[in-house]
């Protein structure tokens, strides 16, 4: 069942979190709306603008409404990631989203403002939830770069402003987080004192956590004995900090690259260790098992199994 962001971010601010995780192919539309059945967990499914590009808007939208069909024991909302003005328009208008991301934390704080505030009336007035972002997050994720040179924490001072003026229904905050494979290679950590402070602020609004994968080490070196390069220095967003983080207003956790870590293993274990097959459909389901038993136990792990009731 499609329900708004808005209303699972009402039962679960300060009690679980709600993965919120990206695809761009069937196996992983299967894998998510499967786990959210099973779990009985509320989730949000998201869509970058490159993987529109690489799918299409058509086939990921009709791909997600066919997982509504066979297993409709779901509840989920539809969200864009990551987009800029163009794109939030593009889904505004094209239907199929109840929520979506403008990205313009690169701009000044007045140009952000501005974006953010256009990009609301237009969704507002179809009933679509608006994320906006404050702050600059590093890291690289769908050609998303950002020099570590760049890199500016939220400021807990700018939130109550930003939020009145724009009407944005949620709001990512940059607390430490990189995008890609290399979070938190410099050890620094999420800022609980930033968080804390701008819940004190902002009570009861909802916040985003954008990069919350776990970046599994034993994923990466699976990945490395079958044949990868990754670094091995780098480490996601723990167990601990994640609930910590829900506790003090984060509801929505990002998470991409903890998918693309499971399909490079099993695709590289594929033809590493079985190169006499070819059949494309073999890693495929491994992965959609790997993914789906990836997701249960995020879903646990953020409380949220079960919660799925609530929203009846």
């Avoid at 409709?72 to 505004?92: K, M, S, W, Y």
């Avoid at 239907?95 to 007045?110: K, L, P, Q, W």
């Avoid at 003090?248 to 998918?259: E, H, M, R, S, Y």
Wanted: glycine letters at 8%; aromatic letters at 8%.
């Amino acid at each position: 069942m499609l329900i708004s962001t808005q209303d699972i971010f009402r039962k679960s601010y300060g009690r679980y979190g709600i993965a919120a995780v990206n695809v761009w192919s069937m196996e992983q539309v299967h894998a998510l709306f499967s786990a959210g059945q099973k779990a009985r967990a509320p989730f949000i499914v998201q869509t970058t603008p490159v993987a529109r590009n690489y799918a299409s808007p058509e086939m990921l939208l009709a791909m997600i409404s066919a997982a509504a069909k066979i297993y409709p024991q779901t509840f989920f909302a539809v969200h864009l990631d990551h987009g800029n003005r163009e794109h939030a328009l593009q889904c505004i208008e094209s239907g199929g989203y109840n929520s979506v991301m403008i990205d313009a934390s690169h701009e000044t704080f007045e140009n952000n403002i501005a974006l953010t505030t256009e990009i609301v009336k237009k969704a507002h007035a179809k009933n679509i939830s608006v994320e906006a972002e404050l702050g600059v997050l590093s890291g690289i994720e769908d050609h998303l770069e950002v020099d570590e040179k760049q890199k500016k924490y939220t400021q807990p001072a700018e939130v109550e402003e930003f939020v009145t003026r724009t009407g944005c229904d949620s709001l990512a905050v940059a607390v430490g987080t990189s995008h890609g494979a290399y979070k938190f290679s410099g050890g620094q950590g999420l800022q609980f004192d930033i968080l804390k402070e701008i819940q004190k602020r902002l009570p009861g609004f909802p916040l985003v956590l954008h990069g919350g994968s776990a970046v599994n080490l034993d994923e990466i070196q699976r990945i490395n004995a079958a044949g990868g390069q990754l670094g091995t220095d780098a480490r996601g967003v723990s167990a601990k900090e994640l609930l910590q983080a829900v506790e003090l207003g984060v509801c929505k956790i990002n998470i991409a690259t903890d998918a693309r870590l499971i399909w490079s293993r099993v695709h590289r274990e594929f033809f590493k260790y079985t190169p006499a097959q070819f059949d494309p459909v073999i890693p495929g389901k491994t992965y959609m098992n790997a993914l789906e038993e990836f997701i249960l136990e995020k879903f646990e792990l953020l409380r949220a199994t079960g919660k799925a009731e609530e929203l009846k």
